[in-house]
């Protein structure tokens, strides 16, 4: 089974990072903290067409990507992940090829947005993250739709650059890292959740 080398990175990154707080993570897990890598990129100004692989929306509101269920089951197949019930867990031999991955100088500003998206558990629980994405306007819409639909078309993407600019203005003195407007961004959206429900 051919996939997606970025995809199967990005996998192969969250698993890891994920792993090490619980030991085990799940596929939707891996499609959350992606999405939310992506949208990480965009915030640095990349274009979206560059991460390498699409998502689309679920009625549920959450980011769904193909080419990271074909990774998944690529990686589980090779012996990369182990599956335990419901559960994933990486393998000895999954973090020596991510060792091997992470090292390259082409991975290293996907890697950049990936760790920032995983630390936002240090403030996050996943539940929170998904909850807080959920609000993203792309997933929203989605999930008011009864179907599938693309993320991040031209749209899309001129409302987030325009939100992130606003962030970036309000976040000037933090620098260059992505884990700062990562947990700034999700708590706005988590409280933009909670008010529609009150």
Same mark, same amino acid.
């Given at each position: /089974?051919?996939?997606?080398?970025?995809?199967?990175? &990005?996998? *192969?990154?969250?698993? &890891?990072?994920?792993?090490?707080?619980?030991?085990?993570?799940?596929?939707?897990?891996?499609? *959350?903290?992606?999405? *939310?890598?992506?949208?990480?990129?965009?915030?640095?100004?990349?274009?979206?067409?560059?991460?390498?692989?699409?998502?689309?929306?679920? =009625?549920?509101?959450?980011?769904?990507? %193909? &080419?990271? &269920? /074909?990774?998944?089951?690529?990686?589980?197949?090779?012996?990369?992940?182990?599956?335990?019930?419901? $559960?994933?867990? /990486?393998?000895?031999?999954?973090?020596?090829? *991510?060792?091997?991955?992470?090292?390259?100088?082409?991975?290293?500003? $996907?890697?950049?947005?990936?760790?920032?998206?995983?630390?936002?558990?240090?403030?996050?629980?996943?539940?929170?993250?998904?909850?807080?994405?959920?609000?993203?306007?792309?997933?929203?819409?989605?999930?008011?739709?009864? /179907?599938? $639909?693309?993320?991040?078309? =031209?749209?899309?993407?001129? %409302?987030?650059?325009? %939100?992130f600019e606003a962030l970036r203005g309000a976040l000037r003195q933090v620098g260059d890292d992505l884990r700062v407007p990562a947990v700034?961004?999700? =708590?706005?959206?988590?409280?933009?959740? =909670?008010?529609?429900?009150?």
């Open positions: /089974m051919r996939f997606n080398p970025d995809a199967a990175f &990005d996998c *192969l990154f969250i698993a &890891d990072r994920l792993g090490q707080d619980t030991g085990s993570f799940t596929g939707a897990e891996l499609h *959350l903290f992606g999405y *939310l890598a992506c949208l990480l990129w965009l915030y640095r100004r990349r274009a979206v067409s560059d991460w390498g692989y699409p998502f689309v929306g679920t =009625e549920l509101g959450a980011p769904y990507s %193909q &080419d990271i &269920d /074909m990774s998944i089951r690529g990686l589980t197949e090779r012996g990369y992940f182990v599956s335990i019930q419901e $559960r994933l867990r /990486m393998t000895d031999s999954g973090r020596d090829i *991510l060792r091997d991955l992470a090292g390259l100088s082409l991975n290293q500003e $996907r890697a950049d947005c990936l760790r920032a998206a995983c630390a936002s558990t240090a403030a996050f629980s996943v539940g929170m993250v998904g909850s807080a994405l959920a609000e993203e306007p792309e997933l929203r819409r989605a999930r008011a739709l009864p /179907m599938s $639909r693309q993320l991040l078309e =031209e749209p899309a993407q001129s %409302q987030l650059y325009l %939100q700034v961004w999700l =708590e706005a959206l988590y409280r933009s959740g =909670e008010s529609i429900e009150a």
